[in-house]
């Protein structure tokens, strides 16, 4: 069975500054994708960043950029230029690329604080 | 698009009583999901719906929990009779098949705090 294993459940990064979230999982699937999922305190949960296991390209959008290790299993998020409102709870996930199957498969989550 | 809408926000109710939560997903969207959150397990789907027909409740704890969707623009997840360990936030989220350039990003809404005494 597929699993997804954030190994930091606290992190903290100084205002401005980089900070790297960890991920691995754990599948014998060769196609499928990859999310970070942030959930600041207000608790909905938005979609950070998305990457396509067949994409040897890692997917950036602004200041969240992923370094995926398709061999290694390691999906790790990147947060450049942290800001207040980065802080929040990380969520990694992981889905099959399968027609009728969406179930994401979480972990459970990586707390960020960013410090001014 | 107004997103996807969760009711209520907080329920506070007694053990045996009986809580209706409720979810308007965004429009056009083919697959709504029901997760429960809570610290110790985390996010868990309970069940998810494609073009309203339940695809997999195999996270459904119980028989006392249970969803419908009627339409493709309501559902609602049931527990009768409520007990303190359903204490969890409940995330209702859609997606589109083609959200996301086919991966199926989802949409969360708010989440309804459920707090059984």
């Known amino acids: 069975a597929q699993t997804v294993t954030q190994s930091q459940p606290e992190m903290s990064v100084q205002e401005a500054e980089t900070v790297t979230l960890s991920c691995t999982y754990d599948?014998?699937?060769?196609?499928?994708?990859l999310f970070w999922y942030k959930q600041p305190p207000s608790r909905q949960m938005i979609l950070v960043i998305r990457q396509e296991a067949y994409k040897q390209q890692n997917a950036t959008e602004n200041r969240f950029s992923v370094n995926f290790q398709k061999a290694a299993k390691s999906f790790s998020l990147k947060i450049s230029d942290s800001q207040l409102g980065d802080a929040a709870m990380y969520f990694c996930?992981?889905?099959?690329?399968?027609?009728?199957?969406?179930?994401?498969?979480w972990g459970l989550g990586t707390s960020l604080a960013v410090n001014p | 698009d107004a997103g996807v809408i969760q009711s209520p926000r907080h329920e506070v109710t007694e053990m045996g009583q009986e809580v209706t939560l409720r979810c308007k997903p965004i429009?056009?969207?083919?697959?709504l999901f029901w997760y429960r959150q809570t610290m110790m397990r985390g996010l868990e789907l309970l069940i998810y719906f494609n073009n309203n027909v339940p695809i997999d409740d195999s996270g459904m704890p119980e028989d006392r929990f249970s969803a419908k969707m009627p339409n493709a623009s309501f559902s609602t997840l049931k527990i009768q009779p409520s007990e303190p360990r359903d204490s969890a936030v409940y995330f209702c989220a859609s997606s589109s098949g083609l959200a996301g350039g086919g991966t199926g990003e989802l949409f969360f809404g708010e989440g309804s705090r459920l707090t059984v005494l």
């Open positions: 429009s056009g969207h083919d697959y």
């Open positions: 599948t014998s699937e060769s196609d499928y994708y």
């Open positions: 996930a992981y889905r099959r690329v399968d027609g009728n199957n969406r179930k994401l498969i």
